[in-house]
């Protein structure tokens, strides 16, 4: 078995055991793993369309000067674009790390054209080819930081591109 694929059985495991835990003390059913079901377009849809809806926040925010909620923006959309893609595989993730190995995963079991470059973007680790954060690190240094603007319009352009490019697959992914 891959690192992926095992990392997708520890998701689902711990998804199992938490609602369990759940049901056992009376409490509403949640998880912070991965949960299989059957696949589902409209659910697709749904994280495709709130994709797009943070693409288009990604020049909304820096149109209005709030250029370090681009960063949550580029984030989210790439996010939703893979949790499009899980729901087309009928899975439903209520962890990053999670749905990022179930990237992985269905890269290797389905073919899914997703380049690793959007799976490294999610990461914590510093992207071997441009030695840049990734933009979970820039989200994170964004929302929680206290710089109030992006300076660095380069990466800005590179990330919508990034998320442009995402979001396309996606929809070549969920619709074929």
Known sequence: MSQASNHVDWCLNKAKKEIAECKKSGKRPKHRGLQKGSPSIEDAKKHLAKAEHNFEGITKFKEIGFSDWSMSAAFYCIYHCFLA??????YESSNQTCTIALMRFLRESNGIPLDEKFIRLLEYEELEDSKV???????????????????????????KDACKEAVDITKEIIFK
């Open 85 to 90: 893609i899980a729901a087309k595989f009928g």
């Open 133 to 159: 954060d990734s933009v979970i690190s820039l989200r994170e240094n964004y929302t929680y930081g206290v710089q109030i603007s992006v300076k660095d319009e380069a990466r800005v352009k590179e990330l």
